[in-house]
């Protein structure tokens, strides 16, 4: 326990209260605070705040963002700035003020702008990410009422959202931004009325089709004088600051803030390994020292000093403080000392996120010299200077390539810190630039970065200085000096270049072992970055010549115009878009929400924090905490368990294993908790129950585990087959007669096509609270899942009790995606376990580290890396091979899947159940094919798309009409083949930028194929008020289920909905249910709603057809002095659904959703990014229940797919070991990743008779329209000289563009590496 007695008071405000508070512990950070009530249980009121989120602890998706408020010591104004809560040591925030969503807002009081209009516009689905987009929003409006586009863009560039796609909650923000017109739809530079005014023809009459999803002019404006002041204390105390040392003693770390900077360097004599704590490094990489030392409250280190030859930084400056001082200084000086700190200014702009920017100080991002630091390679070409200070006295040292390597002669002494950085003004003649390239564009720490300066002989264009330094090439910044020096006195033209490049690759030589490996990319990168520098200097050489007026400058190189385009940056913009869709019948009644753009049910609440999430549940009474014990090994024999060493420790409860499960151990072959052997890293053994998470956590790695490895541990499709490990029977499906098919083709095609792993990535983590009832072996289990049901039934074999015992609670699931059908029910019952041993209610979270072309014959083998258990992995192989046709009629086909059986954690499905995968494979093959034929792929497609009624290889019957419309519309809409000439156009001019473009048609299935799991219940009551409690079977994930649940039930009782409510998904009050998932729930859901309610208007009719006259209230009323039941059930026993395997026929799956999607990128053949410039989209949706959610739909998972295609990208080490758990390894799509233009259209006038309302389910589809982004990078590539396949390989990763771009810097790469 913290030490109260000793330690001084720490003092600061939370939504203006004060917290005065002895008992903190120094390990804490502001989000365990803020959350857990425990912390104040002293004193009057309670904190519990959890409408900021805890998502990936790492300040990687900006969830736990909060607004922290200092009075700034050398400007003495406010500063408002956002943080990650998660990173923010709890005792740094002496003397702040800390601004959470609940104190920006709240339903109950004053719902301000900020709040109100996220949620208006529909950037909620999930809504975990909604309150850390609304603390980025706010703090950013609180700085600039008014801001730009580029300023939104910044502020939200540190949160991520997986549900949106971003487009609304950006649409939110621009209503504040100044460039903003009246229209929300301005995308096409058009207004939303203008809009589609030339697409009647296709689309229908023209008042029929509506563009707006929400009403801007009903939103209140923005009044910044309502908003929370800085505490007038916090202003006493930060004008006459406490000058005393402040300590608080934790149980195992003592925090030091020193109140000047004579004790700071006081207590570094005495306490020399302490470090010091400024920014948000230390917690994030969870390093324990004793003793740490805060130097948050010494103004020295904010010191910002302007000499006459640069700018001397205070080391306590953050990142973005920085930002500040530099754009002040620009803004200064003459243009030509400024070149240094504008390319700083614009390389700062790419680091991490705002919050991080925010938070990391100058300090110590040097200091700690971080492999892949941004600003150290530019810094040291940059020859800045380190401003040391200690007792003993000041010192200055360069930052070279010494100080980078750690060399003890050019480092700071134990004694010593850093006082400030001076980075001098740029020369005459002088041009500094900085490179970087990560995964993604912002967010994302590079791959490789570099620094690099040049300074040119006055007037000549002879190197008199040359710097080059480079990251994320070694263990740490790498200065390239031998090759410089070489290069000095050389004349700067290609000759140069074609040298210094081969110096550069020999100099910087990186080990295959390098981390993070890629060597080849790096080194590609490397000298990739060297010929922009290069080109870059030339065109500045231009300016120079003409500026200083050179007499004779004709032996200057020049940039040639199809070179140019290498010089310009993808910028980052707002993405602009129209939604399109059918707008209701004019005589539809205005109470009917039926195809209404209506408002997610929850979305103020999202907004405000106040909707509950299951780890939002206060804690109970006598609540223990659990955590999970994983395997180290991918196969191997367990020896032995030894939990003695966690038992010893005091805080800790019991220790769950294999033994204590009192009923079923899961299924042969996958285990709850693993018994004798275990088949993958990360495979739960057993659990430890302590009295905090955090003692649960640290007493997991006091269970001894012995193990004896076990062979073969197979990682690969490949192994897999090589030693016949397989996790089911293969599934296959055929038609016509392929071998004969192939004898008679002209062009056979062979290959391979690899699409990665994805990550579901949902921003809530697997979370659930057992609490153990007192009689009769009662369970209640709060639980974040998609199956309700089935965590119900795992929970009762487990515990060997009857089902009817345990009721489980679903109020919302902060984002599924397929990950929470199954595993949910896992973790329920291993906390059930506990809490039945232990007695107490336990609660479980777990971190997130864990010719004429047509095709006459195609034949596709698939293998699919299911992991070590079974899991959906036969589900996913079926319907993989199912769906694996897409849109193409090809007579003679033949499928075969099979899911392969390896060492890693058991793969689970994911949105769209393997479709996203198989269709990707398909266009592959299409792909593959045009290019071999020489013919546009949009032809092969067409020609070989399903046209009129037909049969799936499966011999399921349908019509294609709508999918013909799609395409065509998509064409029509997307003007793709004017475009097509377009990018033809720009590639001939351009050679290091390339654009592509794509159009994919899509034939998406519905539903499962088993008629068992179309059916679905509901319950409703309508009470005597006449209000109405409505209870279905689905569960809200974000999908808007609950709200079109309702808009269901207020057509059918015909009253509005806001007399309407669902309060949770639970087994209690429908049971039997299905799991949310296939896209066709708020289908049969909806079918149930509305058979409950008419039975209950059924019952009500002779009181209505007696007293029409009367209101709601009155009928109810009158029913029950009647003793007229108000309670129904309703019932939908849905679609047959069969597949039969062995026949290789059936009638799988309901209806199918079609859609079309054209995508049009730029990418840059040197580094191998990309920009997403424009995307389209037709979606089938019938008559959408909800455009607004639809279209939400639609737009967050083509988002969810692109970053499947292009992003993410699971790497796991040798020993089965996933790297790429936590946002910082694997890149999801940020705000800046959406599209540039992104359309997305409702195709109209379109009828389904099978549906409810006659709309289609759109969960999932959206998913591999996604592709499209891929295929259109494909394009841009193949423009290239090709150095391999590109399409054998899904993501599209800046790696594999760059390595497919072949020219003479990969040829010089590859040279080297064979020489
Ligand atoms: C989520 C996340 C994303 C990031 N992304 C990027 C990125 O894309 N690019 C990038 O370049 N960086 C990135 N960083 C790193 C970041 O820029 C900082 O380098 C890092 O946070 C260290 O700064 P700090 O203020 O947190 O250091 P601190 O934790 O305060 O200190 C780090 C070390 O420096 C020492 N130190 C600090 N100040 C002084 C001083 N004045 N004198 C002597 N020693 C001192 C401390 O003793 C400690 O050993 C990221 C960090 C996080 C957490
Ligand atoms: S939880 Fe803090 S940034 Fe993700
Ligand atoms: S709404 Fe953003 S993560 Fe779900």
Not at 291 to 312: C, H, N, Q, W, Y
Not at 630 to 649: C, F, M, N, Q, Y
């Amino acid at each position: 326990m913290p030490c109260a007695s000793r330690s001084d008071e720490l003092v600061f405000f939370v939504n203006g209260r004060k917290v005065m508070e002895r008992n903190v512990d120094p390990e804490g950070t502001l989000l365990t605070f803020l959350r857990k009530n425990w912390t104040l249980l002293s004193k009057s009121w309670l904190l519990r705040l959890t409408g900021t989120k805890y998502a990936c602890g790492r300040g990687g998706c900006g969830a736990c963002t909060v607004m922290v408020s200092k009075h700034d010591p050398v400007s003495r104004k406010i500063r408002h700035f956002s943080v990650t809560a998660c990173l923010m040591p709890i005792c740094s925030l002496y003397g702040a003020a800390v601004t959470t969503v609940e104190g920006v807002g709240s339903i109950k009081t004053r719902l301000p702008p900020v709040q109100e209009r996220i949620a208006k516009s529909h950037g909620t689905q999930c809504g975990f990410c909604t309150p850390g987009m609304v603390m980025s929003m706010y703090t950013l409006l609180r700085n600039h009422p008014q801001p730009s586009e580029e300023q939104l863009m910044e502020a939200l560039g540190g949160n991520l959202c997986r549900c949106t796609g971003y487009r609304p909650i950006l649409e939110s923000g621009r209503t504040f931004c100044m460039e903003s017109n009246s229209c929300q739809q301005k995308g096409t530079g058009k207004c939303c009325l203008d809009w589609g005014e030339n697409d009647s023809s296709s689309l229908g009459k023209k008042s029929e089709i509506c563009t707006k999803l929400f009403a801007k002019e009903e939103f209140q404006s923005l009044d910044p004088t309502q908003e929370l002041i800085f505490p007038p204390e916090l202003l006493r105390m930060a004008e006459n600051p406490e000058k005393r040392t402040l300590t608080f003693y934790g149980e195992r770390v003592t925090w030091i803030s020193p109140g000047t900077l004579k004790d700071l360097l006081e207590l570094k004599v005495k306490h020399p390994k302490a470090p010091l704590v400024l920014g948000p490094a230390m917690k994030s990489q969870g390093h324990f020292h004793p003793v740490l030392l805060s130097p948050a409250r010494i103004s020295e280190l904010s010191m910002v000093t302007k000499t006459s030859d640069g700018l001397t930084i205070g080391a306590g400056c953050s990142l973005a403080q920085m930002q500040d001082i530099l754009a002040e200084r620009i803004a200064e000086l003459p243009e030509e000392k400024t070149q240094t700190y504008r390319d700083l200014l614009k390389h700062l702009r790419s680091l991490a996120g705002q919050q991080i920017r925010n938070m990391a100080s100058l300090g110590g991002h040097v200091i700690s010299r971080h492999c892949c630091s941004d600003l150290n390679p530019f810094l040291a070409v940059s020859n800045a200077t380190l401003n040391l200070i200690s007792a003993e006295g000041t010192r200055q040292i360069p930052l070279n390539e010494h100080f980078l390597a750690g060399l003890a002669s050019a480092d700071l002494k134990p004694k010593e810190i850093l006082e400030s950085v001076h980075i001098p003004h740029s020369q005459k003649w002088e041009f500094v630039s900085a490179f970087r390239q990560a995964q993604c564009q912002q967010n994302a720490l590079p791959h490789v970065n570099a620094g690099m300066r040049v300074l040119l002989k006055e007037s000549t264009d002879s190197i008199e200085d040359l710097s080059i330094a480079c990251g994320g090439v070694g263990a740490a910044t790498i200065s390239a000096h031998r090759s410089c020096q070489l290069l000095l006195g050389r004349h700067w033209n290609e000759l140069m270049l074609d040298e210094a490049c081969r110096l550069l690759l020999d100099e910087v030589s990186l080990p295959g072992s390098a981390p993070g490996g890629r060597v080849e990319f790096k080194r590609t990168l490397v000298v990739s970055f060297l010929s922009k520098f290069y080109l870059e200097f030339l065109q500045e050489l231009k300016k120079l010549v003409k500026l200083f007026s050179v007499p004779d400058s004709r032996h200057h190189s020049e940039v040639s115009d199809q070179f140019l385009s290498a010089l310009e940056d993808f910028l980052v913009t707002i993405p602009q878009g129209v939604q399109t869709y059918q707008n209701v019948d004019p005589h539809q009644p205005l109470q009917d929400p039926v195809g209404r753009p209506i408002m997610h049910l929850s979305a103020l609440k999202h907004a405000t924090g106040e909707a509950m999430f299951c780890d939002d549940i206060p804690m109970v009474d006598k609540e223990l905490f659990m955590a999970l014990v994983t395997s180290s090994r991918a196969h191997a024999k367990i020896i032995s368990i030894d939990v003695s060493k966690a038992l010893e420790l005091p805080e800790v409860v019991d220790v769950i294993t294999a033994e204590d499960i009192p009923g079923t151990n899961g299924a042969e072959g996958d285990k709850l908790l693993a018994v004798d052997e275990v088949n993958c890293v990360g495979q739960i053994i057993s659990a430890v129950v302590a009295e905090t998470d955090v003692q649960a956590k640290r007493a997991t790695e006091k269970i001894e585990i012995t193990y004896e490895d076990l062979e073969p541990v197979i990682f690969t499709i490949k192994d897999a087959i090589k030693y016949n490990s397989f996790l089911c029977p293969e599934k296959k499906l055929e038609q016509g007669n392929v071998e004969e098919a192939f004898e008679k083709v002209d062009q056979i095609l062979e290959g391979e096509v690899h699409v990665g792993g994805q990550k579901h990535f949902y921003m809530e983590t697997q979370r659930v609270l057992v609490i153990p009832k007192t009689e009769d072996k009662e369970l209640d289990i709060y639980v974040s899942t998609q199956d309700p049901a089935h965590v119900q039934k795992t929970v009762s074999s487990t515990l060997n009790i009857p089902i009817n015992r345990i009721t489980c609670h679903v109020k919302r699931v902060g984002g599924g995606f397929g990950g929470k059908v199954g595993k949910p029910a896992v973790f329920g019952a291993i906390a059930a376990v506990g809490a039945i041993k232990t007695g107490h209610p336990i609660r479980l979270v777990l971190d997130r580290f864990m010719n004429n072309g047509r095709i006459k014959a195609l034949d596709i083998e698939c293998y699919i890396n299911g992991g070590c258990t079974l899991d959906d992995s036969e589900l996913v192989t079926e319907f993989l091979i199912l769906k694996l046709e897409n849109a193409y009629k090809i007579h003679n086909l033949r499928f075969q899947g099979r899911a392969c059986m390896t060492n890693l954690p058991s793969n689970m499905a994911f949105r769209g159940f393997g479709f996203p995968q198989g269709a990707q494979v398909t266009e592959s093959c299409i792909t593959a094919m045009a290019a071999k034929c020489g013919l546009p792929p949009e032809k092969i497609r067409e020609k070989n798309m399903y046209k009129t009624v037909d049969k799936t290889i499966y011999k399921q019957a349908f019509n294609p009409e709508t999918l013909i419309r799609c395409w065509n519309e998509c064409l029509d809409k997307s003007s793709f083949y004017s475009r097509r000439m377009h990018v033809e156009e720009f590639n001939k001019k351009n050679y290091w930028k390339k654009k592509g473009i794509a159009i994919i048609p899509m034939k998406f299935s519905v539903g499962f194929a088993a008629t068992s799991y179309h059916q679905a219940a509901a319950l409703v009551h309508i009470y005597t008020d006449g209000s109405v409690l409505v209870t279905h079977g689905g569960n809200e994930l974000g999908q808007g289920i609950h709200t079109k649940m309702l808009q269901v039930a207020s057509r059918e009782l015909k009253i509005p909905m806001s007399c309407m409510h669902i309060s949770e998904t639970s087994t209690a009050t429908v049971p039997n249910t299905i799991a949310t998932a296939a896209s066709i729930s708020a289908d049969v859901n909806g079918r149930a709603v509305q058979n409950a309610c008419q039975i209950l208007l059924k019952r009500l009719e002779p009181i209505i057809k007696k007293h029409p006259e009367g209101t709601w209230e009155d009928w109810i009323e009158a029913a029950f002095e009647q003793r007229i039941s108000l309670s129904a059930t309703g019932y939908f026993r849905g679609y047959k659904a069969f597949m039969d395997w062995e026949k290789r026929v059936g009638d799988p799956f309901p209806y199918y959703v079609y859609g079309a999607a054209c995508s049009e990128v730029e990418i840059d053949c040197l580094t191998g990014a990309h920009k997403k410039i424009r995307t389209d989209i037709i979606m089938d949706a019938c008559c959408s229940l909800n455009p607004a959610i639809d279209i939400g739909q639609i737009e967050g998972s083509f988002i969810q797919g692109m970053g499947l295609y292009t992003t993410e990208e699971l790497k796991y080490s040798p020993e089965g070991v996933l790297y790429s758990r936590s946002p910082d390894e694997y890149k999801i799509p940020t705000i800046t990743d959406a599209p540039e233009e992104f359309n997305v259209s409702l195709l109209p006038s379109s009828q389904t008779p099978l549906t409810i309302y006659s709309s289609k389910g759109l969960g999932e589809s959206g998913m591999f329209l996604g592709s499209s982004v891929f295929f259109a990078i494909a394009d841009a590539v193949a423009t290239v000289d090709i150095a391999e396949d590109f399409m054998v390989q899904s993501p599209a990763t800046p790696e594999r563009v760059r390595m497919a771009c072949a020219d003479r810097f990969t040829e010089m790469v590859g040279n080297c590496l064979f020489s």
